[in-house]
């Protein structure tokens, strides 16, 4: 478990998922879904590709160029949805969207490493670069 | 002088912490721009097009007086010539469609890869349905107009050139009198639009030395209020302009049969009721520039732009930011720190330094073709940015390694 009042350590885990981040790029696998995360506020452009299987998120990948905050969070939300039931992802993003809007968390475990962006719901402009990837996997609920 | 000069912008007796370097998106507001505009809204509101009352009549003259100090400011030769629309974008919309009709499959219109969407987009619009075509011009090395290769681009079927007097990224100055004198020498019918957006607060514009045939400008660049903007073209061009905008106040009557008789200009290129009371904000706009006189604004602007220049080269700052504009004197920076994205560094500025400032593609599209990258920071100066402000952007950026600290 993350130490979350350790705050560089939670920069570290930032600074990695933007830099060297695990799930890019695409993997381009024919049979994935494929959907774009365009900010409508600022140039942040990322692209998803999702591998479904019964249900299940079986592959995951992404690229594209944006902020550090909204690169580190869709790095970090792929790895901790990556084999998981569409059902737990969805209760994922609701818990993680209660998270951005009020800091406040029900279950730290259903949001991972996610609790990073402790401090993102007193920068309201940040919430929409916290959540950019994450909107558009809301879509395959 | 600043110190003074800041007391006359209410921004910053509530916001006295704020740095602003955004006036490149948007200057900020004169205390008289706002009294005038309160003073209209509170003493008067009547609409401009009634005149069977005094107050209504009253607008309708300061209208037409402020449109003869737009005259007097651009050196226009008609007061007519001068169209006042929403902005920038709706005088170039104006412009783009009010000439649609005289234009042909194959035509083509010039303009550069630095032009911001709203001297982009009317035209993109423009070749669509026409079948017209844009050409790139080419830039120097100082991202400037090629001039010498302009000559070379220019064929038979050359109908526009539309470019910025100064680029709303780079802050490069086009050197439009001479631009002019080429194109015109070449081909005397080819239509000249400059988007005076950008300069309009930070340049001497003088529409019959420069030769333009249009330019366009947005109010709220100079220290006035929103939604309200200015087309000037000369009066023979202008006037066989369709009309982009149809509605009241543009026309004279409408017979049985349906048919119109528009009103002469300026009138009609000015369907609908304007937005009065920014103009009479505007009217106080200029009495400041006149007051101050541009030449000081200039003056001290490109002060601000050599101190952080030295600044920068003192503390090595090219080491970890890539400056792309350095060069030129204009109250515009432009720059990238290594692998860190542009919001990131907008945020941190903004937390940390109390820095107000503007990232990503700000607007101009196509910059890429141009620098090598999409988006980037930038900073920007007006006649109320000082010295000191320059040092706590210096002191922020020597300490951009610690750009996630305002988000942890």
Known sequence: MINIDDDALLRQIIVKHFTKPLYKPLKNNPNSIIMEAKSNTCADELVVEILLKNQSIKQVSFDGTACAVATASADIFLNLILNKTLKEVNAIIEEYQLFLNTGDCNSIDLIGDLIVFKNIHNQKNRIICAELAIKVIKNLQ | ?408
């Open chain 2, 1 to 408: 002088m600043n110190k003074n000069i800041k007391n006359l912008f209410p921004f910053f007796k509530n916001n006295p912490e704020k740095v602003y370097f955004d006036s490149a998106a948007s200057s900020l507001k004169l205390s008289k721009v706002i009294e005038a505009e309160r003073n209209f809204l509170t003493t008067n509101g009547a609409n401009p097009h009634v005149t069977d009352y005094e107050k209504g009549f009253e607008a309708l003259e300061k209208l037409n007086y402020v449109r003869s100090l737009v005259r007097n400011m651009i050196n226009a030769c008609k007061t007519e010539e001068v169209i006042f629309t929403s902005g920038t974008t709706q005088s170039i919309n104006t412009l783009a469609n009010g000439i649609a009709e005289f234009i042909k499959k194959d035509d083509e219109i010039l303009l550069t890869e630095l032009e911001h969407s709203s001297n982009m987009m009317p035209w993109i619009n423009l070749v669509k349905n026409t079948g017209a075509k844009i050409k790139k011009i080419t830039l120097a090395d100082d991202f400037t107009i090629d001039i010498n290769d302009l000559k070379n681009q220019i064929n038979k079927n050359t109908k526009i050139i539309t470019i910025s007097h100064v680029t709303n990224t780079l802050g490069t100055k086009n050197d439009i009198a001479a631009i002019v004198k080429v194109v015109k020498n070449i081909n005397s019918g080819i239509i000249i639009h400059v988007d005076c957006a950008q300069s309009i607060a930070h340049e001497v514009i003088d529409v019959q030395n420069l030769g333009v045939d249009f330019i366009s400008f947005s109010t709220h660049k100079i220290y006035s209020s929103f939604g309200l903007g200015v087309l000037w073209g000369k009066y023979d061009l202008l006037d066989k302009l369709k009309p982009f905008l149809f509605g009241g106040g543009m026309n004279l009557k409408i017979d049985s049969d349906f048919n119109y008789k528009l009103k002469s200009l300026p009138d009609k290129l000015e369907g609908g009721t304007p937005n009065i009371q920014a103009i009479y904000g505007f009217e106080q706009a200029i009495n400041f520039i006149n007051k101050i006189k541009l030449k000081n604004i200039i003056s001290h602007e490109t002060s601000l732009k050599k101190y952080f220049v030295q600044k920068v080269n003192e503390k090595k700052l090219n080491c970890k930011i890539d400056f792309y504009n350095l060069n030129n004197n204009s109250p515009i920076i432009l720059f990238n720190v290594k692998g860190v994205n542009p919001q990131d560094i907008t945020t941190f500025l903004d937390k940390k330094y109390n820095i107000l400032a503007r990232g990503g593609a700000n607007c101009a599209r196509r910059i890429n073709g141009v620098i090598g990258v999409e988006i980037a920071v930038r900073i920007s100066f007006a006649i109320y940015n000082t010295f000191e402000e320059v040092d706590i952007l210096i002191e922020a950026l020597s300490n951009s390694e610690d750009f996630l600290s305002t988000i942890i």
